[in-house]
């Protein structure tokens, strides 16, 4: 049995993958959120740039790899592709279960994909400094290693829960020359009136972008850099898919059900749409598609598919999406990376279309999920990967108990290295399920933006 598929430097794609021209129906695009009108590609150039905006806006199926970005991906691209066949003993199933795997980068996880693409379009510009949020401090990371690789000063607006979790996550961006702050923070407005509210705040994904984006505005050498949800970061991603589908041929099988977790959508629309392709054309039009997010901030199964802001304070372009409502603070889980309260649009639109299932978990059986992955096949995963991980689980057993054999293929979006405190508090039986209550996301939801008649 082949147990992994390693790729060459030549096998790199030198072409990302859009899925915006292949989508069942037109994305509803964003707003200005000063007009709540269309947003206009210019009215992001103080915010991003200007390479960013135009693979935001790009309906190209194919958008070329620049030679330069291509050169550092060969730093840890290709990553491999894994037969988990140990842990399919472990559960005694018919299926053959697959990961890709994606803790092989610099910092430890798949954002370095986008990462170094956006700060090697900001030196090119001339942008001296970047800014960013970070909740479980993998995109905080990310942007470090890449800003240094190219010369900018990163600061990053960490999520005090994760701040306090994972220390170590600080030492490494720290390591790669990036300051780092316990958002929220008092050096920003957003930041302030966040804490005149509530001095005990441990943050939100949303708040960071607020406090990243009110800095970058305020400099004229600074741009923002997002790690999730928009078209861009989704574009970017997709070499993960490209590369998997490589492997699948080269393994001599196609799978049955591409599987992810969810905060934004990045890692997932990175593997999946690939693969989605080929069955909004036709070519494999019975792969299912499955989104595993936490029960602490249910945004695909139970959030609302409306216009909404991607911060707290209300600075960034409203997009059309599974919200939980911007002011949505979620418990604080140690998957720091998924409590985030919106996801992709293109993510919306196609679970919306039927096209993707999504799921949701307790911390706790996430955990399971992990400590027999970690006793089947060695790796000790990302708490935000165990959630695809447990999603496999759940379809491994399922194709035992149907009595059929089932491909599954799911994405490890990074190792959990750092993740070691929440372990020892799973091992100590102390690890709570944080949940959230229909009147609180309901109370979250009633202060949406209204879009302008036009939009």
């Given at each position: 049995m082949l147990k992994r598929v390693l790729l060459s430097e030549n096998d790199l794609p030198d072409r990302w993958y859009n899925i915006l021209p292949d989508l069942?129906?037109?994305?509803?695009?964003?707003?200005?959120?000063?007009?709540?009108?269309?947003?206009?590609?210019?009215?992001?150039?103080?915010?991003l740039p200007r390479k960013v905006i135009e693979d935001e806006f790009t309906r190209e199926r194919w958008?070329?790899?620049?030679?330069?970005?291509?050169?550092?991906?060969?730093?840890?691209?290709?990553?491999?592709?894994?037969?988990a066949e140990r842990l399919e003993r472990a559960l005694d199933t018919p299926a053959h279960i697959y990961f890709k795997y994606e803790g092989?980068?610099?910092?430890?996880?798949?954002?370095?994909?986008?990462?170094?693409?956006q700060a090697y379009y900001a030196a090119e510009e001339g942008v001296r400094r970047l800014t960013t949020e970070t909740g479980a401090g993998q995109w905080g990371s990310a942007l470090s290693f890449a800003g240094a690789l190219f010369g900018l000063e990163v600061n990053v607006y960490m999520v005090k829960a994760s701040f306090e979790q994972k220390p170590y996550r600080k030492s490494l961006m720290r390591s790669w020359g990036a300051e780092v702050f316990a958002s929220p923070t008092e050096r920003t407005e957003a930041g302030r009136a966040i804490l005149a509210k509530d001095p005990d705040s441990l943050g939100s994904i949303g708040i960071a972008i607020s406090e990243a984006v009110a800095d970058a505005l305020s400099r004229d050498d600074?741009?923002?850099?997002?790690?999730?949800?928009?078209?861009?970061?989704?574009?970017h991603q997709s070499v993960i898919g490209l590369e998997a589908k490589k492997q699948m041929e080269i393994m001599g099988?196609?799978?049955?059900?591409?599987?992810?977790?969810?905060?934004?959508?990045?890692?997932?629309?990175g593997l999946a749409y690939p693969f989605m392709q080929d069955r909004l054309d036709g070519a494999h039009p019975g792969t299912r598609f499955v989104a595993a997010e936490p029960e602490a901030c249910p945004t695909l199964t139970r959030g609302k598919l409306a216009y909404d802001f991607?911060?707290?304070?209300?600075?960034?372009?409203?997009?059309?999406?599974?919200?939980?409502?911007?002011?949505f603070i979620p418990g604080p889980i140690h998957a720091g990376g998924l409590r985030y309260h919106g996801d992709a649009p293109s993510l919306c639109l196609l679970k919306e279309h039927g096209l993707i299932e999504a799921r949701a978990y307790a911390q706790t059986d996430v955990f399971d999920a992990a400590i027999s992955f970690a006793r089947s096949e060695g790796f000790v995963i990302a708490p935000e990967s165990s959630h695809g991980l447990k999603a496999a689980i759940v379809e491994a057993v399922a194709a035992k108990e149907a009595g059929e054999e089932r491909v599954v293929l799911f994405n490890i979006s990074g190792h959990g290295n750092f993740d070691l405190a929440a372990f020892d508090s799973y091992l100590a039986g102390t690890l709570q399920n944080p949940t959230v209550t229909d009147q609180q996301i309901a109370e979250s939801l009633s202060d949406l933006p209204t879009p302008a008649a036009s939009a």
């Open positions: 069942p129906a037109p994305l509803p695009g964003p707003l200005n959120p000063m007009t709540m009108a269309p947003l206009q590609p210019g009215d992001l150039a103080d915010l958008v070329e790899i620049p030679d330069r970005v291509r050169e550092v991906y060969k730093i840890w691209r290709p990553s491999p592709l894994v037969r092989v980068s610099p910092s430890g996880s798949h954002k370095p994909n986008t990462a170094v693409v600074t741009k923002f850099a997002l790690g999730s949800i928009m078209n861009n970061v989704l574009l099988e196609y799978p049955d059900v591409v599987i992810g977790c969810v905060g934004g959508g990045s890692n997932y629309a991607a911060d707290t304070a209300g600075l960034t372009p409203p997009l059309y999406m599974h919200t939980l409502g911007h002011e």
